[in-house]
């Protein structure tokens, strides 16, 4: 494989630190009642179909009419969806400005809601700066679905070895790798500036 010299990202606990429960466990007071609402209710499978693409309100209304005795903690997973994300890696974002400053095109492959997407955008400026993104809920693909990482190849001219990915789930590493980008498995402890030094890139 060719050296890379683009750098992809991916979003949700690579560079945001996104996790329901930060918004449930000021909902819940009993954590086995929040886990159980996770796991039976506002599901990550459910979740997942608004990163396809679903609407919000079709989503919420589908899981009322089957749980409308959790109608209320079902609304806030879209209404207070921003509470879901605690922050940043603060290291991680440091290592995309560096990046970015030094000249490295850079750009995202996500699997997140269009409409949050927007929502994050606005809260976290960065989000805005890459040289190309890949939105699944927009684009109704998902990763590891192959087709998204060559849609992601075909719109901005790029090759996939030219490309090093990085991402917080394996099933979306070895999908990148199958299509011939470089792949780094970001999930903590992690020294990612160390992996992308190995790589050459100027952080």
Known sequence: MTKPTKVVFDIG?????????????????????????????????WNVEQDRGRDWDE?????????????????AFHER?????????EDHVALLLRLREAGVPNYCITNFSGPKFVLAQ????????????????DERLLKPDPAIY???????????????????SKANVE????????AIHCVEPIDLAAELRGYG???
């Open 13 to 45: 606990n690579v560079l945001l630190r996104w996790d329901p429960r930060n918004l449930y466990r000021r909902i819940f007071d009993d954590e086995k009642q929040m886990e159980w609402f996770l796991a039976h209710v506002c599901t990550p499978d």
């Open 59 to 75: 989503a919420v209304a589908l899981l009322v009419k089957d749980h409308p005795k959790h109608e209320t903690q079902i609304r």
């Open 81 to 89: 969806w921003d509470e879901t994300v605690s922050g940043v890696f």
């Open 122 to 137: 606005e809260r976290f400026p960065f989000l805005s700066d890459f040289d190309g993104i890949i939105v699944s809920g």
């Open 150 to 168: 060559h849609l992601l190849l075909v719109r901005y001219g790029l090759r996939a070895g030219d490309c090093v990915f990085i991402d917080d």
């Open 175 to 182: 999908a990148a790798r199958a299509v011939g980008m470089h």
């Open 201 to 203: 890139f100027p952080v």
